[in-house]
């Protein structure tokens, strides 16, 4: 049996609230986040979770990734104006 044990258990809509938004007002988003596929599961009729879970998830929510370097920028900036211009004579036409 060497499973996690429910130790530092976050439990109830109110204390999630508080531990993923830092707002305990904002603790009716929990039921829609549990929709969503958040690792938030009841244990004796509250909503519960684990902190490192909820965390985990945060972060892969808010993650967008890298921001380009270098030749990628200018690659990524040249076909934005080329785009542009395009769209531009299209339009003019």
Excluded: Y
Excluded at 22 to 39: A, F, M, T, V
Excluded at 41 to 64: E, N, Y
Excluded at 66 to 83: I, V
């Amino acid at each position: 049996m060497g499973g996690r044990t429910l130790k530092g258990l976050v439990r109830g809509d109110a204390p999630l609230a508080r531990f993923i938004f830092n707002d305990e007002s904002k603790r009716r988003l929990i039921p829609k986040l549990q929709e969503d596929g958040w690792p938030i599961f009841d244990v004796a009729g509250k909503r519960s979770g684990l902190p490192d879970d909820l965390t985990a998830h945060a972060r892969k929510a808010t993650r967008s990734g890298r921001a380009p370097r270098g030749a990628a920028k200018a690659k990524r900036d040249r076909r934005r104006q080329a785009a542009a211009s395009t769209a531009e004579a299209a339009t003019t036409t």
